[in-house]
C-alpha cells in the first residue's frame, strides 16, 4: 500500500471513531424516550378506534331492532302473500348497501322475504331468534360474504310474548376497515403503510385494516403467527411493545382490547395500532446522519487534496491517451501540446511528428464513411466467407437491422429464396475467383419482421494489391414503387379488357387510340378497323350540330360530358346508349386524351315502353278499386264501433270484479303509512322537549345564572341520551321515505286502474308486453294473493307495436279465468319468451282444465259454463278478436284435472297499415 494511501486513511480514523461514539450513547437515549411516549399513544389510540367501531355497530344493531318491530312485519303471519315485506326489504338494502342480505322467517323458521331470492321457501330453523342475538364476524354460506349477523324476534303486535317470526340481517363485515381511521397519524399514502390500526376477531383472526392490506383481511390470524403483542390483548391486556410484525418488519405495537357499547356485546375484538421502527425512530436517525455526512466531509477534503497532487503528474498521460483514440478513430490532425521538458514532453513530441506523417500518406476515415453514408442504395461489403462485414445507413433504414444484428452474419439470411433470388445470385458468386461481376440483376431482400423488398442487385469482386480476394461490394436500389405502378398498370388493362360497356380512348385530335373487345359486340366494328379513326363512324344523324358542339366545348374545358345519344352500328342498325366523355390530364393538369364509355340501354328503353302501357292499365283499374274499398270502408267503421263498445263493456265488468281486491291493495301501504306516522309523532315530541329546554338554556344565559345554565346542560345531556336524538335526526328522512314510497304506490294502483278503466282510443304504442302485464297485476294482486301462488317468468323480450290497453283487458280476463278454475289454492303461471319474429305470453293456472267435448267452443261469442248471470260469454270471445287484431294469434291447452295454458304469440313489428 503506497503511503499517501495509509495516511488518508489514518486521518480519517481519527477523526471518526470519536464523532462515533458520541452518536451512539445520544441514540440509544433518545430511542428509550421516543419508545415510552409513542407506545402509550398508540395503546390510547387502539383503545378510541375499538370504541368508534362498537359505537357504530351499535347504530347498525338499533335499526336492525326497529325493523322488526315495524307494524308491516305482522304480514309474516299470512307468508307475505302480496310481497309487501319483500319490498320493504328491498328498499330497505337498496338504501343500506351495506348489508348482505336481508331476511324475514315466520315462526317455523321458513324464509318468506329475503333480499336474496334464492333463499325464500328454505327453513333455517337453527336461526330462529327467541331473543336479540349478535353472531361474531364469520363467513356466511348464504351471502357468500364475511358478515356479522343481527337476529331480531317479530312478537304479534296485539298478543304479549307470542313470536310469530324472526328478522335477520347480515352486516357486510368489509366494511368495518371503513369504520376506523387507519392511518394512526395521518399524512400520505406510504406513510399510512407505516403506521396504521388493524382489529381482530378473539381468535386473532384479521377483519378490519387500511387498504395496502386488504389481502390480510378474513386471512391473517395474527395470534396464529406468533404476534406477542395480538396474544396479549387477546387475554384482555393493554400496552405496547416492541416486535417483528406480520411481514417481518421490525414495528413499534400499541395493543387494546373491546369492553362492549351498551346493547351491543363484547365479541372478544381487540387491535394493534402499528408503526415501522424506521419511521418511530427518525429523529434518531438524524444524528446518525449527522455523524456519517461529518465522516463524508472529512474523507472528501483528504480526497480532495490526494487528487490535486496526483493530477499534476497524469494529466499530461490523459491528454496523450485522448490523443492515440482520435488517431485511432482517422483524425490525423489531432495534436498534442505539453509545456514540459521532461519525458512526457519527449514523448508528446514524437507522436505529433507520426500524426503529420500519417496525415500526408493516408486519405481520411471520415471522408470515405461520409462517402458511404450519404448513398441513397443499399451498400453491403462480404468477407470471403460470404458474411456481413460493412452495412451503410441506407441498408439499416431499409431493412431494419442494427449494425449488431447484420455484422458477422451470412449474406443468406437476407436473402428470400426465391429462384430469381438465392439460387441465382449464390451460383454466380461461386465463381467469385474467375472475377465474376453480377449486373442489375432483380432479387429479394428480407426484412427484419418478414418483408419481402424487390431490389435490382449489383456486385463486384474486392482485391488488394496482390489480386487476392478481400471480399465483395454489393449494392441494390429498392425497385417496389416501380413493381407496384407495373400491377397498376396491369390491373387496369385487365380491367378495361372485362369491362361490358364499350371503352374508347383518343388522342386530343379524336384520333381512336384504343377500343376494348365490348366496344366490337356493341358496334360491330372490329379493333383494327376502329384505331386511327374518328369516333363519327358510329354517328347517326339523328343529333344536330348544336349537339356535338356543346360535346366539344365541355370536355376542352377540361369538364366530363354526359347525354343519352343515338347511334348506328357498322350494319347501319340504329342503338340508343348512355354515353360519357372524360378528359384525361397529365401530371401538369394538361389534357393528354380523351376516354369514352357506351352503355347500350335499347332494351331497357323498349321494357320502359311496355312498363308505362302496363301503367295506364293499373290506373284504370284503381279507380274501380276505390269505389269499392269507400264502402267497404263505411261498414267497416259502423263496425267498429259496435267493438269498442263490447270492449269497453268488458272492461267495466272487470272492473266491478276487482273493486274490492284493489281497495285492500291500497289498505297495506295505508296501514305502515299510519304505523310511521305514530313514530314520526313521537319523534317530533322528543324533539319539542330539546327545544323548549333550549330556550330554558337561552333565558339562564341571558341572566347570568350560572347554577342554572349548568343544570340545564347537565339535564339536556341526560334527555339527550335517554331519548338519542342524533338516531331521530338520521332515522326521520328514511321514515319519511317509506311514506313517501307508499303514497307512490297507492298513486301507481289508482293510475293503472284509471288507465285500465279510460275508453279505448286504440293507439298503437312501442311497449314491452311485460309493462302492460305488471299493470294490469297491480289491479289483480289483491285477488291473486288470496287464492293463488303467482309466478313470472320474464324473458328478454323486445318492445312491440301494440295497443296496451286492449292487451291488458286481454291478459285481466286470462289472470280472472285461471282464478275462477281454481277450486281452493293453486298456481298461475306467467311467461314471456321470443319465438321467430313474435313475443310470446303463456298464462298457465293449475285448476280443474277443460273438458275436450268444450275446448273448441270457448272462443264462440256468448259461450260461458258460469250459471246464469255470472258471465256473458264475452271474455274470450273479445280478447281472441282483440289479439287477431294484432295480427297475432291465441291458442289453449288443457288436461282435466291439471290446468289450462293458454299462449298469445304477438308479432314484434306491425304491418304499415293501421290495426283496427
Known amino acids: 500500500m503506497k503511503i499517501r494511501t495509509k495516511s488518508i486513511l489514518l486521518f480519517l480514523g481519527l477523526s471518526l471513531i470519536p464523532l462515533i461514539g458520541m452518536g451512539k450513547f445520544a441514540y440509544e437515549n433518545g430511542r428509550q424516550a421516543i419508545k415510552q411516549n409513542l407506545g402509550l399513544a398508540f395503546q390510547q389510540l387502539a383503545h378510541t378506534q375499538i370504541e368508534n367501531v362498537e359505537n357504530n355497530m351499535e347504530e347498525v344493531r338499533k335499526s336492525v331492532e326497529r325493523w322488526s318491530k315495524m307494524s308491516i312485519m305482522q304480514e309474516v303471519v299470512i307468508g307475505d302473500m302480496d310481497a309487501t315485506i319483500q319490498s320493504f326489504l328491498l328498499d330497505v338494502k337498496k338504501e343500506n348497501k351495506n348489508f348482505t342480505h336481508i331476511s324475514v322467517m315466520n315462526s317455523e323458521g321458513t324464509v318468506i322475504a329475503s333480499t336474496l331470492p334464492e333463499m325464500l321457501g328454505k327453513n333455517f330453523r337453527a336461526a330462529r331468534a327467541d331473543k336479540p342475538r349478535v353472531d361474531d364476524v364469520h363467513y356466511s354460506d348464504i351471502s357468500g360474504e364475511w358478515e356479522v349477523t343481527f337476529s331480531f324476534p317479530i312478537e304479534a303486535q296485539f298478543t304479549q310474548d307470542q313470536i310469530i317470526g324472526s328478522f335477520m340481517a347480515g352486516w357486510n363485515a368489509a366494511t368495518l376497515s371503513r369504520m376506523v381511521h387507519l392511518s394512526a397519524g395521518g399524512g400520505t399514502e406510504q406513510e399510512g403503510k407505516n403506521n396504521h390500526f388493524m382489529l381482530m376477531r378473539h381468535d386473532g383472526l384479521v377483519i378490519a385494516a387500511p387498504d395496502f392490506e386488504k389481502e390480510s383481511i378474513f386471512k391473517n390470524n395474527l395470534v396464529k403467527r406468533g404476534l406477542r403483542s395480538a396474544l396479549l390483548a387477546s387475554r384482555k391486556q393493554e400496552g405496547y411493545l416492541v416486535e417483528k410484525d406480520e411481514h417481518g418488519a421490525e414495528s413499534l405495537i400499541g395493543y387494546d382490547y373491546a369492553k362492549g357499547q351498551n346493547d351491543f356485546p363484547d365479541l372478544g375484538w381487540f387491535g394493534v395500532v402499528l408503526l415501522n421502527t424506521d419511521r418511530a425512530f427518525a429523529s434518531i436517525k438524524r444524528l446518525e446522519m449527522v455523524i456519517f455526512f461529518s465522516g463524508l466531509i472529512v474523507v472528501f477534503i483528504v480526497g480532495i487534496l490526494s487528487v490535486i497532487a496526483s493530477g499534476k503528474m497524469t494529466t499530461p498521460l490523459m491528454n496523450i491517451a485522448r490523443a492515440v483514440d482520435k488517431v485511432a478513430q482517422g483524425d490525423f490532425q489531432t495534436r498534442v501540446t505539453v509545456n514540459s521538458k521532461d519525458e512526457f514532453g519527449q514523448l508528446a513530441a514524437a507522436f505529433n511528428t507520426m500524426t503529420e506523417d500519417l496525415q500526408g500518406t493516408t486519405v481520411s476515415k471520415e471522408y470515405v464513411d461520409n462517402i458511404i453514408a450519404n448513398m441513397n442504395n443499399s451498400l453491403i461489403v462480404l468477407t470471403p466467407r460470404m458474411e456481413i462485414q460493412l452495412v451503410n445507413e441506407a441498408t439499416r433504414a431499409l431493412l431494419g437491422y442494427t449494425d449488431e444484428e447484420l455484422l458477422g452474419q451470412p449474406f443468406n439470411m437476407l436473402l428470400t429464396g426465391s429462384p430469381s433470388g438465392e439460387t441465382s445470385i449464390h451460383s454466380r458468386m461461386e465463381r467469385l475467383g474467375d472475377n465474376e461481376v453480377v449486373r442489375n440483376e432483380e432479387i429479394q431482400y428480407r426484412t427484419k419482421d418478414g418483408r419481402a423488398i424487390d ?295 289508482v293510475n293503472d286502474l284509471r288507465a285500465f278503466s279510460r275508453e279505448d282510443k286504440n293507439v298503437m304504442e312501442r311497449v314491452k308486453i311485460e309493462e302492460v302485464i305488471e299493470g294490469i297485476l297491480t289491479i289483480v294482486t289483491s285477488e291473486i294473493k288470496y287464492k293463488a301462488r303467482l309466478e313470472k317468468d320474464y324473458g328478454d323480450t323486445p318492445p312491440i307495436e301494440c295497443s296496451p290497453q286492449r292487451l291488458g283487458q286481454v291478459f285481466i280476463n286470462l289472470i280472472i279465468n285461471a282464478l275462477h278454475a281454481i277450486e281452493g289454492t293453486g298456481t298461475i303461471a306467467i311467461k314471456t319468451y321470443t319465438q321467430d319474429e313474435f313475443v310470446c305470453v303463456d298464462v298457465r293456472d293449475t285448476g280443474k282444465g277443460i273438458p275436450p267435448e268444450i275446448l273448441n267452443k270457448i272462443f264462440d261469442p256468448f259461450f260461458t259454463t258460469k250459471p246464469t248471470g255470472q258471465g256473458t260469454g264475452l271474455g274470450l270471445s273479445v280478447s281472441y278478436e282483440i289479439i287477431k287484431k294484432h295480427n297475432g294469434s291465441m291458442t289453449v291447452r288443457s288436461k282435466v284435472g291439471e290446468g289450462t295454458t293458454f299462449t298469445v304469440m304477438l308479432p314484434i313489428n306491425q304491418e304499415k297499415e293501421e290495426t283496427s
Open 455 to 749: 431490389m435490382l442487385f449489383s456486385s463486384a469482386n474486392l482485391k488488394n494489391k496482390n489480386n487476392k480476394l478481400n471480399g465483395l461490394v454489393c449494392v441494390a436500389q429498392d425497385i417496389t414503387e416501380r413493381r407496384e405502378a407495373e400491377t397498376q398498370r396491369n390491373r387496369l388493362a385487365a380491367t378495361l379488357h372485362a369491362v361490358q360497356d364499350a371503352v374508347i380512348i383518343t388522342d386530343i385530335e379524336g384520333i381512336i387510340e384504343y377500343v376494348n373487345p365490348a366496344f366490337e359486340r356493341v358496334t360491330g366494328y372490329g379493333v383494327t378497323e376502329a384505331l386511327g379513326r374518328k369516333p363519327n363512324i358510329l354517328k347517326s344523324g339523328i343529333q344536330n350540330r348544336e349537339f356535338y358542339r356543346n360535346l366539344w366545348e365541355t370536355i376542352l374545358g377540361g369538364k366530363i360530358w354526359t347525354a343519352v345519344i343515338v347511334n348506328k352500328k357498322k350494319d347501319g342498325t340504329l342503338f340508343t346508349c348512355e354515353q360519357s366523355v372524360t378528359p384525361i390530364k397529365d401530371a401538369t393538369g394538361r389534357t393528354v386524351n380523351f376516354a369514352g364509355i357506351l352503355h347500350d340501354i335499347t332494351k331497357r328503353q323498349e321494357m320502359e315502353n311496355n312498363l308505362k302501357e302496363a301503367n295506364r292499365d293499373l290506373v284504370n283499374r284503381e279507380k274501380a278499386l276505390r269505389q269499392t274499398f269507400q264502402d267497404l270502408s263505411t261498414a267497416h267503421e259502423a263496425l267498429k264501433t259496435t267493438q269498442n263498445q263490447l270492449v269497453q263493456s268488458e272492461k267495466l265488468a272487470s272492473i266491478g270484479h276487482l273493486a274490492a281486491g284493489v281497495a285492500h291493495e291500497i289498505n297495506n301501504p295505508v296501514g305502515f303509512i299510519s304505523s310511521n306516522m305514530e313514530m314520526l309523532e313521537q319523534y317530533i315530541a322528543d324533539y319539542a322537549k330539546v327545544l323548549k329546554m333550549a330556550d330554558h338554556l337561552k333565558e339562564s344565559v341571558e341572566q347570568e345564572n350560572l347554577a342554572k345554565t349548568k343544570s340545564i346542560i347537565e339535564e339536556m345531556a341526560r334527555l339527550n341520551k335517554e331519548i338519542n336524538l342524533d338516531y331521530i335526526i338520521s332515522d326521520t328522512p328514511k321514515l319519511l321515505e317509506h311514506n313517501r314510497k307508499g303514497i307512490e304506490r297507492i298513486r301507481k294502483i
